[in-house]
Every structure is written in structure tokens, then in C-alpha cells.
């Protein structure tokens, strides 16, 4: 890109991080510093304000860069992963909003610990948060590297480290600094610049077809080299049974992983009733319906204007197709409309980068804090001391992070979500719904259901297509795959349900019926409810 691309983009990013992190400091000076201000922000905040902060951890740069690349690429294979993201928020809003406030404090173990032996269940879900939350920080730290290296066309992969690097060590500033309620206000202004960027990129490519979807559709048809294929189920989940078995699983984890994604469920403890929560939800499925709505007409958008071949060119999984396809709107690469609306939309997507890592890496650093070192040090964690060692934890999670981001920077982030998703819906979805739903659950049963998801998940990734075995793999020079999914949900999610209920039949614990009937009543009425 030209100098003007790079210095437009630079100012843009720059002053988003100032912004942000004045925030930040603000925050920091205002807050008194108890673990409630830190994890949940006091639980100050409106469901309008919770809302917009849900959606801005919920779009992030696997929905803006990912599923628009796919849709680009694959057409309606790519369409599959709107489906299943906005799906997934019907499954939160009548299982789990209402419930998990009423239920928890700060985190997954809260619920699941209410009625169990609050250690090997908490240090079970504390596990499986940090892992899903390092799954899902790579995807981030891969957008953000894709961003860069298209910024300075490509040609330093320094910079495009240093990138990870710096998006790492400015989630780490704001979540030890801000807590909760900056990175709330973070996620509020990124939500709102997301969805103006959106509307103003969807409005453009529907007059460059004068508002005609069919017409847009045929060009990005005729232009994919695969003619009406394009637009039909199969181009990438149709080729053979694996492929379809793949697909299925893909549907599979997107639907249930939602309700089981650590930062997630932790914003509904950031507002002061179960009825807010459950308004939240509701702001927040309409703000996110919108925008995937817009993804699909950016996705084929990109297809028709900008071309696969030179999304591919750009980046082989398709992470660049938005930025391209506004500087093609603009006018082009040499024009200053072109520079402009680039420098713009490579800056929103930054900011939805910074954003999302800001909220997952509090609610992993939570799970730390509030649920391993707790449990481990019960008598004597204190409030204040469980808040350092989160700040701490924030740390060690953005250097993980970090290393995973720059070991899978040419995977799609939309398809690395995607294994994010598998295991949250094989660990935390399991022991959840059975903590809310099943009277005879017991710890055992908990701690197997986490596991049992977990491990499985975990293993037939490293088996997987993913790591090794083929050219797009992490390691593609050797060879130890033989699980042939690319997403283990299909397997891995039955088998946390199967573990869970496997560990509370031959449990000989008896279940604390009266316990369940407290749980429950709390859970439905709000009764006893922090």
C-alpha cells in the first residue's frame, strides 16, 4: 500500500489506542479496586450500555475479516457461518442469560460450584475457560497480523510480529488497569464505530449495483471462476463425506459454543438484575443480526468487486476482504477516496481487534484469579489478593497469546473461532445446562463433564488437518493426523454430555436435592440472587 494508506491508517489506529486508553486511566483513578468493580464493574451498567458492549466482544475480527473472507471465497459454504453465530444467540437468551445472573457471581464455576465441591469443580471450569480463551485470543492476534502485513503491503513480517506483539501488551494495559468497566466502555465505542463502518460499506456496494441483490449475486458468481456453484451449498463443505460431517460439526459448535464462551457469560453479571441480563440479550441479538445481515452483502460484495483471486493474493484465507473491498469503493488504490475509506476500515477492524482481547482476556484472567488460585488458596484468598493475581494472570495469558498468534498467522480467523467454539461447547456447555437443569447431578459428574469435553476436544484438534498433514496446516511438513475433522465438535460435544452424565451415575456422592431446589428457585426468581 502507499505511504498515504499506511501514515492515514497509522493516525486512525493511534488515535482509537489514545482514546482507548484514556478510558482506561480514567477508570483506573475512579475505581476503589474491590474484586466486584474489577470482574463485573460493579454491575452499574444498563442493558442498552450491556447490550452494545455484548455485541463489541461478539463481533469481532472473525465476524468483520473471517466470515466476510469466507463468503468471498466459498460464497454460501462461507454464508454458513452467519447462520450459525446468530443462531447460537437463541440458545443463550432462553437457556442461559436469565439463569447464569441469577446463579453466579463472576464466573462459569460460580453456577456449577453453587451446589457441588467448590474445588475440583472450580479448578476444572477455571481450566477450561483459560483454554477457550486462549483459543480465541489467537484468532484475534491472526486478524490483527493479517491487518498489518496488508497495511505495509505485505512485505515486513517483523512488522506484522510486532503487530501481535503490540496488540498483546495493550490488552494486558487494559485489563489490569481498567477492569471491567473500561473495558465495557472500550467494547461500547468499537460496537458503535463497527456497525457505522458496516452500514456505510453495505450501503456503498448495493449502489455500485443500484440496490439490485440479484445483480450483486451474479457478478460475485460470475466472477468466482465457479459460476452458480458459487452461490449453491458444497464449494467448500461438499466435496466428500468428510467435508459434510465437517460442516456439520462446524454448525454444531457455532449453535451451542456461544453459551459456553467464558466472556460471554460474564457480562451478564455486569448489570444489576436477571431481567437486565435477559434485555441485554435482546439488545444485543438485534444489534448483532444487523451486522451479520451486512457481512453477507460485504462477503459477496468482495466477491463481485474485488475478486477471490485478489483477496487470496492478498491473503490466502481471505482475512483481507473487507479492507480491500474499501479501497476498490473509494476509488482504488491510488485515489484519495480509496486511501481514505482503507485507512478507516483497517482502523475499525484494528479496534474491533483490541477490543474483543480486552474482554477475553479479563474474563480468563477471572477465571485464574477467582476460580484456580482461590480454590487452591480458599482460607486464605482475600478479595484484593485474588484482583492482583488477575492482573498478574493477564499478563501470562497475553504472552501465550502472543506465541500462539504468531505460530497460526495464516489460518482464517473465522475457522480458528470456530475450534474456540468446539470446545466451549464440549467443556462448559455440558456441566452448565446439567448444573441448571438436572436435579441428580452431582461433582463427580461436573468435573467428568468438563473433562470429558475438554481432553477430547483438545486431542482431536492436535489429530486434526489443522496441525498436521496437509499444506495449510501449522506444521506442514510432517504428518500426524488421524482424525479427519477440522472441527472436533462432532465428536467432542456429545462426549461431554456423555461423561457427564457417565461420572454422575456411578458417582456414589449422593445429590444434594435440597441444594438444586434452592439453586433452582434462585435460578427462576432471582430470590437470594447476588
Not at 444498563?46 to 466459498?74: H, Q, R
Not at 466472556?263 to 448483532?288: C, Q
Not at 463481485?304 to 474499501?326: C, D, K, Q
Request: proline share 3%; with cysteine.
Amino acid at each position: 500500500m502507499s505511504g498515504n494508506h499506511q501514515t492515514l491508517a497509522l493516525l486512525l489506529f493511534s488515535a482509537f489506542v489514545a482514546v482507548t486508553l484514556a478510558i482506561t486511566t480514567w477508570v483506573s483513578r475512579n475505581r476503589h479496586g474491590s474484586a466486584e468493580e474489577f470482574y463485573v464493574g460493579g454491575r452499574l451498567f444498563s442493558p442498552m450500555e450491556n447490550g452494545f458492549a455484548i455485541s463489541g466482544d461478539y463481533m469481532s475480527a472473525a465476524s468483520f475479516l473471517g466470515v466476510t473472507g469466507l463468503i468471498s471465497l466459498y460464497g454460501y459454504d462461507g454464508l454458513l457461518y452467519v447462520v450459525g453465530f446468530l443462531v447460537a444467540w437463541l440458545v443463550v437468551l432462553f437457556l442461559v442469560a436469565e439463569l447464569v445472573r441469577n446463579c453466579g457471581r463472576f464466573t462459569l464455576a460460580d453456577v456449577v460450584a453453587a451446589r457441588m465441591d467448590e474445588r475440583p469443580v472450580r479448578i476444572a471450569a477455571g481450566t477450561s475457560s483459560v483454554m477457550v480463551s486462549v483459543l480465541y485470543l489467537v484468532a484475534q492476534m491472526v486478524g490483527a497480523g493479517s491487518l498489518v502485513s496488508l497495511l505495509l503491503g505485505g512485505t515486513s513480517e517483523a512488522a506484522r510480529n510486532w503487530t501481535v506483539i503490540g496488540v498483546g501488551a495493550l490488552m494486558v494495559i487494559y485489563v489490569s488497569m481498567g477492569g471491567m468497566r473500561a473495558t465495557t466502555w472500550i467494547q461500547i465505542v468499537k460496537a458503535v464505530l463497527l456497525l457505522s463502518g458496516a452500514v456505510v460499506l453495505t450501503v456503498m456496494v448495493l449502489m455500485r449495483f443500484h440496490g439490485d441483490v440479484n445483480e450483486l449475486l451474479r457478478s460475485a458468481a460470475g466472477r468466482s471462476g465457479h459460476g452458480k456453484a458459487f452461490l449453491a451449498p458444497g464449494l467448500r463443505y461438499g466435496g466428500d463425506w468428510t467435508s459434510r460431517f465437517d460442516f456439520m460439526s462446524l454448525g454444531l459448535a457455532l449453535v451451542l459454543g456461544t453459551a459456553g464462551l467464558p466472556h460471554i457469560l460474564s457480562r451478564f453479571y455486569t448489570v444489576p438484575t436477571a431481567r437486565a441480563a435477559r434485555r441485554s440479550v435482546v439488545w444485543s441479538i438485534g444489534l448483532i443480526g444487523g451486522f451479520y445481515l451486512m457481512t453477507i452483502v460485504l462477503g459477496f460484495g468482495a466477491a463481485a468487486i474485488v475478486g477471490p483471486e485478489a483477496v487470496r493474493g492478498s491473503n490466502a484465507a481471505g482475512n483481507t476482504a473487507v479492507p480491500l473491498l474499501a479501497l476498490d469503493l473509494g476509488g482504488g488504490a491510488n485515489s484519495t477516496g480509496g486511501t481514505v475509506l482503507f485507512a478507516i476500515v483497517a482502523a475499525i477492524a484494528f479496534a474491533t481487534i483490541l477490543a474483543v482481547v480486552a474482554g477475553i482476556t479479563l474474563a480468563s484472567s477471572a477465571a485464574v484469579a477467582h476460580d484456580l488460585y482461590a480454590s487452591m488458596r480458599r482460607r486464605h484468598a482475600k478479595p484484593h489478593s485474588e484482583v492482583a493475581v488477575a492482573r498478574t494472570a493477564s499478563v501470562g495469558i497475553g504472552v501465550i497469546a502472543i506465541a500462539l498468534g504468531l505460530l497460526a498467522r495464516d489460518l482464517n480467523v473465522a475457522f480458528l473461532v470456530g475450534l474456540a467454539f468446539a470446545v466451549a461447547a464440549s467443556a462448559n456447555l455440558p456441566v452448565l445446562l446439567y448444573s441448571l437443569f438436572w436435579r441428580s447431578f452431582t461433582t463427580r459428574g461436573a468435573v467428568w463433564a468438563v473433562y470429558g469435553g475438554l481432553g477430547p476436544a483438545l486431542l482431536l484438534v492436535l489429530l486434526s488437518p489443522v496441525v498436521s498433514g496437509s499444506p495449510e496446516s501449522l506444521f506442514p511438513g510432517v504428518d500426524f493426523q488421524f482424525f479427519p475433522l477440522q472441527n472436533p465438535g462432532l465428536v467432542s460435544i456429545p462426549l461431554g454430555f456423555l461423561a457427564g452424565w457417565l461420572g454422575t451415575v456411578t458417582s456414589a456422592e449422593p445429590p444434594d436435592e435440597a441444594k438444586h431446589a434452592e439453586i433452582e428457585v434462585r435460578a427462576l426468581t432471582g430470590a437470594g440472587a447476588v
